[in-house]
């Protein structure tokens, strides 16, 4: 049980205090392709919590072992990059066997939900962060439910943003921008600080 | 040299494809780290040293190779060339590399890397290619410095790492500032595109309505 709420708390810091797009900016591009179509919101999604939270787990170990030697750290973008590679092909290989229909479909897209500054930023969160395992799956959940938060509350802002009240120069992407700072600059309220970066 | 050699030098990268401030393929390291002048630099280069020289490297994998595996050696040349880059960043600045090291790891799967040599780079000849990239990575370097000498002004009172008074909105290097600065740029940046286009339509140089 107290492992169980290790988890979900540092879930809900990673969800609200330290969102992965708001405070962070980790795949605010992803975020706005995602947020076009309900379809696409829960696609990602789902890629990118199973990716973070598996890859976490993963990554615990290997931080454990490597992250304290005196260039272990030169090495980390290769070593996750390597666990996110491996579970890409794994994800890949399952939606080939099991569901073939989804996998033709979600074949286009895939790499970005996997190989994007969400994942990998998370593992890197994690290794800064993170002291025990709980807290790497909570974060790592927390990272991917971060993402669906972000993605909602732009594919529900997303016809407003669109419309003809808004400038043209700012239609689309620049609007999306404002709008993520914005929520962004709520998130920084709820927070009550910022990292130093 | 005969200037039919020579390769063509496409400009897109500056402003119309400009990857930060209008298809927004790298935008986080500029939104959250590139708060003064020297870490937009810093940014830069290793921006420069990561994406460049693995689009570089990535042209020679052969297209012939599945997809999937294609991917994991982007990542992988990137990740690889992550390694050098750290060492000359934390020889060169050893004080600010540290507080943007985070930016600069993730640069191994950013998009320049993983979209524009899928869909541009691997359709043009080695030179033009080249010179296509480097244009995209100055196109990078354009924004990164903009967004950071402003940050640097308005958070720090500073300009070029120079104290000139204070500071007069300390928020100016928080995310959310980054995500307003860089949307009020690219709305500039799309409008002095627009501006330039149609000047063009009108002298006849370009087709109206041609992409």
Redesign the interface.
Known sequence: MEVLARIVSVAMVSVFVQNAI????????VV?YASRKNSTVIGFTLGITAMTTIASIISFFVDSALLNTQFG??????I???I??AL??LA?FFFWKVFPKIFRRMRKYV?LAI???T???AL??NS?YGSDLPSYIGYGFGTGIGFFLACFLLNVAREKLDSDKI?R??RG??????Y???V??AF?ALAGY?A?? | MDKKNLPKVSRDGLFRQNIVLMSGLVTAPIIVAATTFERALILTLSFLLISYTSILICRFIPRRIVYTVRILAYVGVAAVMYIPTALLMNAWFPETASHVSMYIEILVVNSLLLAKTESRFYLMPYGEMAIDAFVYVVGYALAAFVVGIIREFLAFGQLFGFRVCDAPMPAAKTTFFGFFLVGILAAVCRAITNHRRRRSENAGIIRKGAE
Not at chain 1, 22 to 29: I, L, P, Q, V, Y
Not at chain 1, 73 to 78: A, V
Not at chain 1, 173 to 178: K, R
């Open positions: 708001f405070d962070r900016a980790f795949g605010s591009n706005i750290w030169l090495f980390m973008p290769l996750y990059a390597a996110i590679g890409y092909v890949l790499h190989f994007n500054c994942v990998i930023g890197f969160l800064n400038p120069v700012f992407y620049p609007i999306m921008l404002v993520i700072g914005v962004s600059l920084y910022t130093d970066f």
